[in-house]
């Protein structure tokens, strides 16, 4: 199979549209250890995103591994039936990047004979819910901080918080989440973590970060910290969002000061024989 040249982000010129799914192949470079962030309201396309991110990371450096924290529910709707998935596109992405769903951290000795190796290069820890949230808050944040902990100490891991704001303000692991955004780079461990709250997450959400992935926000606070981001024009970053369609993100790389518009790319998609899901279909968060 033949090399793919990789562009850096430096290359890319200011302010250049182009697609996701072209940005993500042929121009995103993120090196272990640096952190992304996707930020942006609910319906806008992150989780897709992120997910897609995740599978082109490990492409692009196979001695590194992943796992994914999903807060969403793991059931649907009683009405729906209690054995249908509480959030269609996370388990569709994971059965596209071929990425196993497990409800415990760490691993069972189970688990890790059936996919044949010690480690997969990609899961995704999807604890269940109960019907009470108050008791899962407490074995959500066990099962989450297991997680974080173990990718810190292993090193040469990707982590992709789905939801910042639910791990900070909800199970309260903001000092392990910034310990690895402020340390996890001499590990070769990173966050790629989505918000749809920037005002109520770590201002390290945005320091730390080496790649930005930016969505439209009319919310005054969430314009404000888009206006902190580090080495950048405020005024100039909060006009660029402002004329960004739906779907469409920002890339922000501070370091280079390089900016691109990116455009929906199409779903994954499901490798099931039986897909009911239409092809193109536009993602959800």
Known sequence: MATRTRVYPSRLPAEFTLGQDEFIDGYLDAKPGEHISL????????????MKIMGQ???????????ALVMKPHKGPRGAGRGVTGDPTVARLARALKAPITREWPLSVGQKTLHGK???PFWVLWPRHSDDFRLDRVRHA?????????????GRRWIFADEVFGLTNELRLQSVLEHIWSKGRSMETAIVGATQRPAGVSRFMYSSARHLFLWRDPDADARKRY???SGMDPKALVALTDGLRRHECLYVHPESQT???LTPGGFLADPRPDNSTREGARPST
């Open 118 to 120: 010690e480690e997969t």
């Open 57 to 67: 990371l490990h492409r692009l450096y196979p001695q590194t591994t992943g796992v």
């Open 259 to 261: 900016l691109a518009c």
């Open 227 to 229: 206006a902190e981001i």
């Open 39 to 50: 930020i942006g309201p609910n319906g806008g396309g992150k989780t897709t995103l992120g």
């Open 142 to 154: 066990a099962l989450f901080e297991s997680a974080l902990l173990d990718s810190y100490n292993k």
